[in-house]
């Protein structure tokens, strides 16, 4: 201890920002309560008067501190001086504190503002952009979820986690459903409709029909969104469209040809069902629009043998063979037009079916691209000739999120047997940024990939999400049937103000923070394990979910899903690389390795966290919404407006290089590409092009193949996508319409849309009754 | 996106908003309306990158 008095500042801003004067005496109250709580490690009065010193003098000269400030300092020198137990005290002791004040009458106050603010003027109801929190049930939506997070906050977290989240060092997501579900699965289309399927009022058997199929995969999406608090996705969509695409077709090959012999051959007969079933006898292989010809040849010579029991004059080979013919015509034709229709209703289903009491839509993802059946291409060429031509009135389709499954030797150069595909999703996405693009080829996900096996082709949920490798089981490193549980995110930033550019001191808190949200992982799976089958009566009911065609209705679902995953995520890495050194990624090369050594380190400790539990836990480059404004919201208020780190209005996401932040768009994809290998939860990068550019399929292409060869994940381009309902327009605008020249909010006249018909039959009819 | 857009007396599109369909944590929004405050924000500050 010096000899000298130590100088107390002489004022403390409490929370609320209200100087009041400096009271050293509660320092000394603090941390005599929390030892006194850690019982076993009594501080003497000598080293007690040492401490409240070093407090104080670490206080910075000449400022006044806030509240917030001189607790950390607290933290920081219980623990500096060796008195570990007494330093928890004091956190859990803080962490009540925070709790109880963040939480009192709070819960009134949420509902009060649910319910008398209309969204326009709340941000609590624009949380999530694709809810309507308007509607009544989407306020019915929010009132449940406050109250479960009031509940789960005081009632079921451990108080540190339950402070963490609070103030902001962690992020529990979907909080509100820590009761209830998990977050998403990749639904196996091919094997729910094999077997048929319960929705609960009622079997559905095995659709036989392209129609059938898209409605039902829309129905299973919607079954399962309404389980589960996430999004649902199909990994393996034109797979299975494709088996539905088969069965159109041969029906009406079969219609077509009982028709033939009707018309030219006047033979009712041939329009019963006889005649129907001994053709599929006769022919052991059923016909598919692969094996046309060597169908041909078994037709032919089947009917020749057999003639007699239908016709009464022999025909001619030649004419039997005109007839397959014919049939393969209409029947290709048929097809490819009930196709369209069948996407063309899968995109406005999913556009317009709600889940969840109604207030949303399902969250759905497919992922399609790879599968080289002409069933299949013909599925994929007519869902995105419907996703360019847009919803009725040529808007953009919201949903599903589409991702094409980039290959090569499939789909990646010219020649190869889906090429076309890919260029054709390439002007779509350029027109209606669906869609996005996936890399099979990527060394993390190729690992896993065995040619033919579309459980084994990477597959990402819309936002992002990726699960894959499997510690819990490694023979079931697959896509189907998996998603995952929860995730929880670190604030990095936060980490990166508090080290004072000290990096041992970031990384020394980053593990306490990884721990903390492992800890909180297992907890939240100890409640999500204790659930049955009948909690999710189609997820597990109906065998969606790996291995659930096992347990029965009472069986729990613990063991099952640790096929799933346990992830940490993290926003910000931008903010922290500048908290830590004065630039992010996109600015320093030092940055760049800084960056790429924390989320390496962080993506270490969730491999070692597997190893040693055996279960899947992963790193996420979180897809953070309400999150963005969140924690720098809280930040900024403790730490007050830093430059390039809280001076703006959200934390930077994942591991993107700023938004705001002018740079090449090969540039980012090479900085970016690094990271997708690191989080194994998932990641997706962006690259933002003006409307021009993004017409340039050559332009647009070119980024696309550049985010393949650096290695990346999963990405998608921006671009501007505007649209005048007035005049039916679709693409920029600036302020003015290009096409009617309104500004937003300004009427045109009916004569002058009637005028700009004749020209774009794309212009809404109107019919004033008045006029 | 926009409701109905019903003419009055020989005009169409008074108070009617354009559609601006961005993309937000991998989903697309119809509407800017519905952003949070923060994404609104983000959504503001995105500059076009460069192909040269």
Redo the contacts between chains.
């Keep these: 201890m010096k000899g000298n008095v130590v100088v107390c500042p002489d004022m403390i801003k409490k929370r609320n920002g209200m100087p009041v004067p400096f009271d050293v005496k509660k320092i000394r109250d603090a941390i005599r309560k929390a030892n006194d709580a850690a019982r076993v490690e009594a501080i003497a009065p000598y080293q007690f008067e040492t401490l409240v010193d070093a407090v104080v003098e670490a206080i910075p000269e000449g400022k006044t501190p806030n509240v917030e400030q001189v607790q950390d300092l607290v933290e920081e020198k219980l623990i500096e001086n060796g008195f570990a137990k007494t330093a928890k005290a004091y956190i859990l002791y803080r962490a009540e504190h925070t709790k109880v004040r963040k939480t009192e009458a709070d819960l009134v106050d949420i509902y009060r503002e649910l319910t008398f603010t209309s969204?326009?003027d709340a941000?609590i109801k624009?949380?999530n952009?694709?809810?309507?929190a308007d509607t009544s049930m989407g306020t019915m939506l929010k009132y449940g979820s406050e109250g479960a997070n009031y509940f789960v906050d005081n009632y079921i977290l451990p108080k540190d986690i339950a402070a963490a989240h609070i103030n902001g060092d962690i992020h529990i997501h979907d909080k509100d459903f820590y009761m209830l579900t998990e977050t998403c699965c990749q639904i196996d289309l091919i094997k729910l409709f094999r077997d048929g399927f319960s929705t609960g009022h009622g079997y559905i058997r095995q659709p036989r029909s392209i129609a059938s199929y898209a409605a039902l995969a829309c129905i299973a999406i919607q079954a399962n969104q309404n389980e589960m608090h996430g999004g649902q996705s199909v990994p393996n969509f034109d797979y299975a469209m494709a088996e539905g695409v088969a069965c159109t077709f041969r029906k009406e090959y079969y219609d077509a040809v009982q028709r033939y012999f009707w018309l030219e051959h006047d033979c009712e007969q041939a329009l019963e069902e006889d005649f129907r079933q001994a053709l599929k006898d006769a022919v052991p292989e059923r016909i598919t629009m692969a094996n046309i010809d060597d169908y041909e040849a078994h037709f032919v010579k089947w009917f020749m043998e057999c003639w007699e029991m239908w016709l009464k004059e022999k025909p001619k080979e030649q004419d039997i063979r005109r007839c397959h013919q014919t049939s393969v015509r209409i029947a290709l034709k048929e097809t490819d037009m009930a196709t369209y229709q069948a996407m063309e209703s899968l995109i406005h289903n999913l556009n317009t079916m709600n889940s969840r009491a109604g207030a949303q839509v399902p969250?759905s993802s497919i992922n399609y691209g790879t599968c080289t059946s002409p069933e299949a291409r013909m599925a994929v060429r007519n869902l995105l000739k419907v996703t360019d031509i847009g919803l009725g009135n040529g808007?953009?389709a919201?949903?599903p999120?589409q991702i094409f499954k980039v290959k090569e030797g499939i789909n990646y150069n010219p020649g190869e047997p889906n090429y076309d595909l890919f260029r054709l999703a390439i002007k779509v996405s350029a027109k209606r940024?669906?869609p996005n693009f996936s890399f099979i080829d990527a060394p993390f996900n190729l690992q896993y990939y065995k040619e033919g096996d579309y459980n084994t082709e990477i597959a990402y949920?819309?936002?992002?999400t990726r699960v894959m490798g499997n510690h819990y089981d490694p023979k079931q490193e697959v896509t189907c049937g998996r998603g995952n549980l929860s995730f929880t995110s670190v604030n990095l930033p936060r980490l990166g103000i508090k080290a004072h550019k000290n990096i041992k001191v970031f990384y020394r808190e980053l593990d306490k923070q990884l721990a903390l949200c492992c800890r909180q992982l297992l907890h939240r799976f100890e409640i999500q394990k204790k659930k049955t089958v009948k909690n999710y009566p189609f997820l597990m009911g109906q065998g969606i979910w790996m291995g659930s065609d096992a347990l029965g209705v009472h069986d729990q679902v613990g063991e099952i899903l640790k096929n799933g995953t346990l992830s940490v995520g993290f926003i910000g890495l931008a903010e922290t690389l500048t908290a830590l050194t004065g630039a992010h990624h996109g600015e320093s090369e030092e940055s760049r390795k800084l960056g790429h050594e924390i989320i390496a380190h962080m993506r270490d400790y969730m491999d070692q966290k597997s190893q040693e539990t055996g279960l899947n836990f992963t790193l996420l480059a979180t897809?953070?919404?309400?999150l963005?404004?969140?924690f720098?919201r809280i930040d900024r208020k403790r730490f007050g407006r830093i430059p390039g780190v809280t001076d703006?209005?959200?934390y930077t996401?994942s591991f993107h290089v700023p938004?705001?932040?002018?740079?090449?768009?090969?540039e980012?994809i090479r900085i970016e590409a690094p990271y997708h290998a690191l989080t194994n939860a998932g990641h997706?990068s962006?690259?933002?092009?003006?409307g021009d550019?993004a017409k340039n399929p050559e332009?647009f292409e070119?980024?696309i193949r550049c985010m393949k060869e650096n290695g990346i994940g999963y990405g998608?381009v921006?671009h501007?996508?505007?649209?005048?309902?007035?005049c039916g327009y679709t693409g920029v605008?600036d302020e003015v319409?290009p096409r009617?020249k309104?500004r937003?909010?300004?009427?045109?006249?009916?004569?002058r849309?009637n005028e700009l018909r004749k020209k774009y039959p794309d212009v809404?009819v109107?019919?004033?009754a008045?006029? | 996106?926009?409701g109905k857009?019903v003419?009055?007396?020989?005009?169409?599109?008074?108070?009617?908003?354009?559609?601006?369909?961005?993309?937000?944590?991998?989903?697309?929004?119809?509407t800017t309306?519905?952003?949070?405050?923060?994404?609104?924000?983000?959504e503001k500050?995105?500059?076009?990158?460069?192909?040269?």
């Design positions: 969204a326009a941000d624009r949380e952009a694709n809810i309507d969250f808007e953009t919201i949903f999120v940024l669906f949920m819309g936002c992002r897809p953070a919404e309400g963005s404004g969140r720098v703006r209005e959200y996401n938004v705001y932040y002018p740079i090449n768009a090969f980012k997706i962006y690259v933002e092009l003006d550019t332009a070119a980024v998608s921006n501007p996508v505007d649209r005048d309902p007035v605008i319409c009617c309104r937003e909010g300004e009427p045109v006249s009916i004569e849309l809404p109107y019919l004033d008045n006029h | 996106m926009a857009v003419p009055n007396n020989g005009q169409v599109g008074e108070h009617v908003k354009f559609d601006r369909i961005r993309r937000i944590t991998g989903y697309l929004v119809g309306d519905r952003f949070n405050n923060a994404k609104r924000a983000e500050d995105r500059v076009k990158h460069s192909l040269s």
